[in-house]
C-alpha cells in the first residue's frame, strides 16, 4: 500500500479548511489518518491593517507544517498529492523523485 | 426572515429607517401616557416602544441574554484640576469636601444613564451598518450582510448578529451604498435601462464586422463638422450643467450632461495627441486636463492656478459668472489646445477654468450611467438629511464606505452616545423592565 | 399603495459640485386632490385615511424643508419649541449630533503619522481627536489610497453629500487655532467605584485619589512611609508606564483583581497632568517644563514601542510570510511540532495541529454562539 501525503477537507460549506495528513493512499477522505503533520486554509484573508510597505500588501492564507515530520514522511516513501507538492514547494524546494533536493529544506 | 416592521401609521411605532412614513411617525412621537395606568402597563408600552426600534430584528429572548444592566460611561477629566489636587481637597470635611460660604462648584450635569437601555445592540454588525449612513435600514443593512457585500476587517462576513469588536473595521460595496442612499430611478429612467439592455444583447449578437463598419462611416461624419460649433455647444453645456437653477427637470439636465459627455469625446478625437477614443472617461479626463494644463503652464507660467477646491463658496463663485464674451473665448482656447495649435490659453480667467475643470469633474466621478441601480447621476435620497448623523464610537470613511467601531458606546454628562428617539419618559422604564428577571 | 408622485423640480444633481440650493419649494400641490381625481369614475372613497391624509399633507408642508439639505447645515426635525438644532430627535434632548472629521483633516492626521512620523499620542493631543480615532483614520485612509491606486470604484458623490449634511470639524487655516474635535482625556468609569462604601479617615491625614482606589478595590491601606513618598498621585504615573504589570493585586482566585489606580494614571494623556503641574510649580522656566514634558513623552513612546515589538515577536516565532512570483497571495507559514507532547498520547489533543478526529465538535450545541466571536485583522 502507498502511503500518502494528501489534503484532508475540513470545515463548512463554502469555508473549506484543509488538514495535511499522512494516510494510506486507499483510505477515504474523512477516515482518520496516520498522522496530522500540518493545515491549510485556502480562503484568502484581505489585509486591512496598516504597513510600513510601499506597495499594497497581498493577501494571505495560512499553512501551518511539521518540517521534520514532512521530511521523515517523504524520506520513507510517503508520495505527496499534487496540491500538497505546490504547499510544499511554497516552504522550501522538493524534488518531485525522491523528496530530496539538496538545495532547500528538505536537505 | 419576514419583515415584520411595517411603517404603519396607527401604531405609530418608530425603526430604524430613513422612510418619510417613519419621519413622520418620528414627528408626531408623544410620551405615553402615564395618568391611570400600573407601574407594569408603563414598563411594558415603554420596552414595546423601545424594543420597535431598538433591534426589532432581534428576538427578545436574544436581546433579553444580550442586556446588561452596567452601563458603559466616561468622564471628561480636566488635567489641570487633577493637577491642582491629589484628591484631600475633595474628601476633607464630611467626605465631600470643604464648603466655603459663596463658593459653588460647577453645576453637575447628570449622566444619561438609562438612555444607553439599549446599548449592546448597537455592537451588532447590522446596526452598525446603519449608523454609519450605510444603508436605508436597518433591515437592508441586514440584507447586504446576508448578501455578501460586507467584509470585517477584509473578511466576508454573512451573519448580521456579528458582534463587533473595538477596532474592527468594516466595508460595505460602494455599490450597494450608493443605492441604498441614492435617489431611486423614475419610471422613464428604468425603461431607458431595460432598453439599454436589450440593445446589448442585440449587439451581442451581432458580428463583428458590422461595428467596424460602423466606425468607419461615423469618423468621416465628425470630421465634417464645424470643430469651432462643436467646442462652442460643449463650454455653453458646460456651463448649463454648472448652473444652479432650481427649475431645470432631472431629464433636461440629463440631456445636457450626456451632449457634453458626447461633445468631450469629439474634441478629444479630433485632436492629434489624443488616440483616447474609448469610452473610458477617466482617462478622457487627464487626457484634457493634461491638454489644458500643458497649455496654461507654457503661458504664464507665474500665474498661479487657484486650486480645484470644491467648496460651497467657491462653486458658488464660479457658477455666478455668466458672461457670453468670455465662453466664446475660452471655448476657442479650448478648440486651439484640442487641435494642438499654439494658441493663447491663458486670457482665460481662472473661474473659466474651474468651470470646466468643474464640469470634467463632475462627469467623471458622478456620471450617467444607465447600468446602474441608483437614478444617476446620483444624488441623496429625500429626507435623508433628516436622519443624517454618525455617532462618536464609529469612524467612517465615506469614499470607501468603511468604518472602524472604535469603542463601546458610552455615556458622558448630559449625553449618551446611543441614538435613541426616545425620551427619558420611555427609556427610564424600559430599562426598568429588563432589570427585573422575568424568565 | 402610496400615490407616486414624481416630484416636478429636482434640487440639485451635481450635490457636490455647485452644492447649492436646497429645494423647499412645494412640489406636490395638492395631494389628496390628486388621488382622488385619479377615480373620479367610482364611487367607492378614495383608499386615503385619514392618516395617510395627514402624512401627505405635513411632508408637503412643514416636512418638505427636510427633503433636501442645504449643504453645511444640519437638517434635522425641530424641537417643540420650533428651533432647529443639533439634534436629530426632538424627543431626546441627550443625544447630540457630533461632528465628524472633515476629509483635509483626515488627511491632515494621516500625513502627521505617516509621512511626519509623529506618534499617534503627539498627534492626539496637537488635533485634539481620540488616540483611538488617529488609529482608526490612519488605517481607512491607508486603506483609502491602496484602493485608489487599484481603480476600485469610490463612493466620492455620496461621500460630498454625507459631509454636506452632517456637522464637520474644519482644518484649520494657517495662523488659526485647530478646533478640537473630542474631549481626549476621557476616564472610564470603573465598576469597582459604583459601591457606596462608608471609610471612616483620620482628619490629620490627607486622603488622596491613591488611597480611594485602594479603599474601592479593598486593598489595606498604604504604609506611611510609602504614602509619604507620593506627593501627587500622577507621580505613580512614570512607574507605570515603564512597567504596566507592577501594579498591585488583592483578593484571591476569581476575586483576584488589580488594585485600583488613580485617573491620573487611567486617563490616556497622563503626562498631560504632570505638564500642568510642573507648570504650576515653576511658572518662570518654560522651556525646561517643555524640556522636560518632551523627555516624559519620549520615554513612554519608547517603553510602548519595546512592548509592542516583543510582543509582535512572541506572536510571529515560528513564523514566515512568502510571497510568490507568480502569485496573488502571500503565504504565512507557521512551524508546527507533531510529537506526543503536542498531540497528546493519543494524538486527540485540541491543542494538536489540525482539526481533531473523534472528537465531538461543540459548535453546535446549546449555549454556545455559533457564529465568529471575532476576525483577526
Redesign the interface.
Known sequence: MVLRIRLAR??NKHQP?Y???VAQARSARGS??L?????YNP?????????DATS??????????????AKYWLGVGAQASDPVWKLLN??GRVDATNGLDGTGWMA | MRNRASNSLSKGKIRQSWSKYNLYNLQRLRSPATANRTFFQQKWSAKALGRAYHGEQVREGQWKRMFSKRIRSVIPMDTADLAADDGSKNSAGRGSGLQTQGEKGRPSRIIPFTQMAFAPLERRLDVAIFRSLFASSTRQARQFVIHGAV?V???KMRHPSYLLNPGD?F?VDPDRVMFATGAAKTKFERRETRQLKQKDEEDAEGDSEAKSEDAAETKPDAEKEDGRDTLKALMAQAKNIMSTDKEILPAKRKQELRGFQKAVRRVLSRSGTSTILTDNLEAQFSELTLMLNAKRAEKKPAKQTKQAKTDAEDSNAATSVESEAASDKLSEAFQAAAEGADVDASELTDEEFEVLKRALTQMRDNPIDNSKPYATPWRPRDFMSAFAFIPRYLEVNQNICAAVYLRHPVARPGSAEVPTPFGESISTPAYGWYLKRRW | MAPRIQSRSVSNLLPYITSSSSITSSSIPSLCSSSQSSRYFSTTPAPQTKLRRQMFEWLSTQGSGLKHHTPGETNYLRMADGSQSNRPFPNNMTFISEPVLSEELRNEVYFRVKEQKKSPRAVSVELGIDMNRI?AV??LV??ER?QR??GKPLALPYARAVHEMVPTTPLAQAGERQPYHEPINDLPVHPLTGAQIFYPVPESRPFTRVDAGRVFSGAPKLEKKVSDKITHPSDLVDDLVQKPGSIEWVGKGDNARQVLQPADVRIPHPQLVQLARDRAAFPEERRTVTQRHTERLERQEKAEKERAARAAERRNRNTE????KD????????????SEET?GKN?RAPW????R??VPTNDRTRGTVKIPTRV??
Request: glycine share 8%; hydrophobic share 40%.
Open positions: 475540513f470545515g479548511f488538514n495535511i495528513v482518520k489518518p498522522e496530522v503533520i500540518g493545515t480562503l484568502p484573508a484581505a489585509r486591512t491593517d496598516v504597513s499594497a500588501p497581498r493577501a494571505f492564507k495560512d499553512i501551518t507544517l511539521d518540517k521534520v515530520r511554497l516552504v | 467584509t476587517n477584509g473578511q473595521l466595508q | 488609529a490612519v488605517r491607508e486603506l491602496r491606486d487599484k510570510t512568502i510571497d510568490p502569485s496573488r497571495f502571500s503565504f504565512r507559514i507557521k512551524d508546527a511540532v507533531v498531540v494524538g494538536a495541529p489540525g482539526r478526529y473523534g483577526n485583522v
